[in-house]
């Protein structure tokens, strides 16, 4: 690094980890919001991914990430076809929206 991007950095390091770590909150209460939904939603099923709010936490991050997608979505889908409005709309508002918006935020800020 230069002496002018060294500058930058330590004009103000504290308030971009600051602002950083308060978009990566928001993502964290999306995905806590949509598995609250998805453990009320799926408490009544015999789904193997939704009995304890931990399981769904991990599951709804595993879907966020593309890790495994289709371990928690195709079981549910198969029990009932109108919960794939529910993991639509996650990984069209959590996964493509927040998730692009908060990496491009958090990029921007290192720049």
């Known amino acids: 690094m230069t002496e002018v991007d060294l500058a930058v950095f330590e004009e103000n390091p504290s308030s971009a980890n600051?602002?950083?770590?308060?978009a990566l909150l928001?993502?964290?209460?999306?995905?806590?919001l949509?598995?609250?939904m998805g453990f009320l939603l799926f408490s009544d099923s015999s789904d193997l991914?939704?009995?304890?709010?931990?399981?769904?936490?991990?599951?709804?991050?595993?879907i966020l990430?593309?890790?495994?997608?289709?371990?928690?979505?195709?079981?549910?889908?198969?029990?009932?076809?109108?919960?794939?409005?529910f993991f639509f709309a996650f990984v069209c508002l959590v996964g493509?929206?927040?998730?692009?918006?908060?990496?491009?935020?958090?990029?921007?800020n290192m720049t």
């Open 65 to 85: 990430i593309g890790s495994d997608w289709p371990g928690p979505i195709i079981p549910s889908i198969e029990y009932n076809r109108g919960y794939f409005l």
């Open 34 to 36: 949509f598995t609250t």
């Open 96 to 108: 493509w929206g927040f998730l692009n918006l908060i990496t491009g935020y958090i990029f921007s």
């Open 18 to 22: 600051l602002e950083n770590a308060a």
């Open 49 to 62: 991914y939704f009995k304890t709010f931990g399981d769904g936490l991990w599951f709804m991050f595993m």
């Open 26 to 32: 928001v993502l964290g209460i999306a995905v806590i």
